[in-house]
């Protein structure tokens, strides 16, 4: 896709700062970290009791206290092995030993899990980033089907300058609802009118990505554009759902058909609980386990996994490739060193993963706790008749129809204007967000997960019961005060 940038801008850049073009398209990215950094300040906390509650990002702050007790209790200062070069920035052996057993054992692999195999990085974004850069060329490209986390765009498109191409599935024929977005063949053919569009706009493939990550920021791209990826992400990030087996088949399938990467991030994968209202809930399987040498180069299927998530410390930066792609491990081993994690935190995550008792009862631990923390987010939901996507059993977010807030009450049909005035209620989705977060509460906006109607939130609910019961008020409460006196 071609760059909303003009040349112009880009090129005063260059004369006004001494840039190369590359950064001077930069310059004129929106970054959300000023942003990001004055909402801290105001959040809710002890001492400040009516500061923001943000219930708009997938971290899990509920095991926080267990990680440090563990950290406390178990780290060892080791000057000869942390505090030097020691093997170089590909990981330590003690980490990836660790990550052999843990992948193995919990993600139940068909093949055995060759430390070879494995890179550690800053993050799973730092893996994506690894991951486009050896695959894409400036401007080449990678399907993504929608809703899809906000933060590929950077790991795809800031230094790779790989362009996102998203598979959406509204016009895919027999589409109904959003169940279709874990059906094989809905799949196959939303990833086909992608790949179809792509050539269309001279665009050529590299890939499909199935994703659960996040974060908000569009890259500047050439306009000729090559697609060779797919990604994906199970469980999914914002729908919070497994795919089947039979799904992952078919995509991967239409990946070998016609010669694409595929990368897979899993990055959620022991975040899966039980949900009352979904008794035969799809359970996560992880690409690792299913042979699917009759469908794809196995060469061709990456697998992104990291701490963040099941381990309650996003803050760490702890990311973990695997590949069995020799000269794409040789690749991002080249630029490893400026991704490089220093051991010591290395060893923090070593540790929790050979810790058996503690790693098991953690697990456990966490899984029950989302389950506690998800029910009070649908009660409230059902209590108060907003809908939401209820398949969910992953994560730490369900996904939310707000569109009702949207229209007039003269409205008849909201889905059809939505469709046929999209831009008109996209402002109104970023209106109601801002009037929340002005009453106190932040959610995940719709737009940033390329959803394609407005009007859908996610919410995140692994957060302290009392600040989610406060911040679930205060939605509430402001969602009447809309409704109530309608859009002028």
């Not at 890939?207 to 090559?226: D, H, N, P, Q, R």
């Not at 009392?466 to 005060?481: D, F």
Request: glycine content about 8%; proline content about 5%.
């Amino acid at each position: 896709m071609a760059s909303s940038i003009s040349q112009g801008p880009v090129d005063e850049a260059v004369v006004k700062y001494g840039l190369s073009g590359r950064a001077a398209g930069n310059t004129h990215h929106f970054l959300p970290w000023d942003m990001l950094e004055d909402t801290r300040k105001s959040l809710r906390s002890p001492r400040n009791p009516d500061g923001l509650v943000f219930l708009g990002v997938a971290e899990n702050p509920l095991l926080y206290e267990d990680v440090s007790t563990f950290i406390k209790n178990n780290l060892t200062i080791s000057p000869d092995d942390q505090f030097g070069y020691g093997v170089g920035p590909r990981g330590s052996p003690r980490l990836k030993k660790a990550l052999r057993s843990f992948l193995q054992d919990n993600f139940d692999a068909e093949k055995s899990i060759l430390e070879k195999h494995l890179l550690i990085l800053p993050g799973v974004a730092g893996v994506l980033d690894a991951l486009a850069w050896s695959i894409c060329d400036d401007g080449e490209g990678i399907i993504i089907p929608v809703p899809f986390w906000s933060g590929i765009s950077q790991g795809v498109g800031e230094r790779a300058r790989g362009v996102m191409i998203p598979a959406t599935y509204q016009s895919v024929e027999g589409y109904q609802g959003l169940d279709d977005l874990f059906d094989p063949e809905i799949n196959r053919k939303a990833l086909e009118n992608a790949l179809q569009q792509a050539t269309k706009d001279n665009v050529k493939v590299r890939g499909v990505m199935l994703c659960k990550y996040e974060k908000t920021i569009l890259a500047s791209v050439s306009i000729w554009t090559k697609y060779q990826l797919t990604w994906r992400s199970s469980p999914h990030n914002p729908l919070g759902r497994c795919y089947p087996v039979k799904t992952m088949r078919e995509i991967a399938g239409f990946c070998g058909q016609h010669d694409l990467h595929l990368i897979c991030d899993e990055v959620f994968a022991m975040s899966v609980y039980d949900n009352p209202e979904v008794p035969d809930a799809v359970p996560f399987t992880s690409v690792l386990a299913l042979n699917l040498d009759d469908k794809i180069n196995p060469q061709k299927v990456h697998v992104a996994y990291g701490m963040g998530k099941d381990f309650c410390a996003a803050g760490f930066r702890l990311g973990v490739l695997h590949s069995r792609n020799e000269g794409l491990i040789t690749a991002v081993s080249t630029i490893s060193v400026l991704g490089w994690v220093p051991y010591i935190v290395q060893d923090i995550w070593a540790n929790m993963l050979t810790d058996d008792g503690f790693r098991v009862n953690f697990i456990e631990k966490n899984r029950r706790l989302l389950i506690e923390h998800s029910a009070i987010l649908t009660a409230f939901l059902r209590e108060h008749d907003i809908p939401y996507y209820s398949k969910v059993n992953a994560g730490v977010f369900a996904w939310v129809n707000l569109q009702r807030y949207l229209h007039d009450k003269s409205d008849v049909s909201a889905t059809d204007l939505f469709r046929s005035n999209d831009q008109f209620y996209r402002d109104r989705e970023m209106t109601l967000w801002n009037r929340l977060l002005a009453s106190g509460v932040g959610l995940g906006l719709g737009s940033w997960y390329s959803a394609e109607e407005p009007g859908w939130f996610r919410i995140s609910f692994a957060v302290e019961k009392e600040a989610l019961r406060i911040g679930l008020e205060r939605l509430i409460k402001t969602l009447r005060e809309v409704e109530a006196e309608g859009w002028k």
